[in-house]
């Protein structure tokens, strides 16, 4: 099994900054992919940022492209979300995802399918 605490999520106004957090704990040697979705109440799961466990590569949205970034510190087991020039419709709960292989290839690598490791959440309000 594997375990994923996010942090990070705050309230800030428009154009601000947050990072985000991800600890990976547990059986982390079965994980190769790591991203971050967001979802409001009611709407889809979207997925916001991936990449690659072994080498970096990394993945995006359009709507965050130039403006969030994702990396990672694999000896600390964590994985940040670098997220500037915030807008109010950034605003959503925010949540860490892990996985050890696609088993959707075809559906992309955001598809919250693919990911059956889970954190809890973490809440970022941008107001306007």
């Known amino acids: 099994q594997v375990q994923l605490v996010e942090s990070g999520g705050d309230s800030v106004q428009t154009g601000g900054s947050l990072r985000l957090s991800c600890v990976v704990s547990g059986n982390i040697n079965i994980v190769n992919f790591m991203a971050w979705f967001r979802q409001d109440p009611g709407k889809e799961r979207e997925g916001v940022a991936f990449?690659?466990?072994?080498?970096?590569?990394?993945a995006y949205v359009d709507s965050v492209k130039g403006r969030f970034t994702v990396s990672q510190d694999n000896a600390k087991n964590t994985v940040y979300l670098q997220m500037n020039e915030l807008k109010p419709e950034d605003t959503s709960m925010y949540y860490c995802?892990?996985?050890?292989?696609?088993?959707?290839?075809?559906?992309?690598?955001?598809?919250?399918?693919?990911?059956?490791?889970w954190g809890q959440g973490t809440q970022v309000t941008v107001s306007s």
């Open positions: 990449i690659v466990r072994r080498n970096g590569n990394t």
């Open positions: 995802a892990a996985s050890g292989w696609m088993v959707a290839p075809k559906s992309g690598v955001l598809a919250p399918r693919n990911y059956p490791y």
